[in-house]
Nanobody, 121 residues
Framework: QVQLVESGGGLVQAGGSLRLSCAAS????????MGWYRQAPGKQRELVAA???????NYAGSVKGRFTISRDNAKNTMYLQMNSLKPEDAAVYYC???????????????WGQGTQVTVSS
């Protein structure tokens, strides 16, 4: 089995910063692309940022210049540094990863359980 566990969410004032982490564990052979998604109440889940195994990144326009995605392949961990947070950034943040498990050849998509980010104005 493979598990993705997010951490680092919480309550922050507008203009503040948070750093989210997503740690992957289990029978992992390799991890491909990873990404952070978020879902606010009453809204669809949206992609915030993504990063390939080689480190190429892309961001939603609403967070570009404020958020930075990174990963440590040796630790199977992905990060999201969120600066200059706005009330509209409040949501549950989920990590996502494409994982090839030990003994398998195909890529499987996994989600974490989510971590709440609340931004007060």
């Amino acid at each position: 089995q493979v598990q993705l566990v997010e951490s680092g969410g919480g309550l922050v004032q507008a203009g503040g910063s948070l750093r989210l982490s997503c740690a992957a564990s289990g029978s992992i052979l390799s991890i491909g692309a990873m990404g952070w998604y978020r879902q606010a109440p009453g809204k669809q889940r949206e992609l915030v940022a993504a990063i390939t195994s080689g480190g190429s990144t892309n961001y939603a326009g609403s967070v570009k210049g404020r958020f930075t995605i990174s990963r440590d392949n040796a630790k199977n961990t992905m990060y999201l540094q969120m600066n200059s947070l706005k009330p509209e950034d409040a949501a549950v943040y989920y990590c996502n990863a494409g994982v090839i498990r030990l003994g398998e050849l195909s890529n499987r998509n996994y989600w974490g359980q989510g971590t709440q980010v609340t931004v007060s104005s």
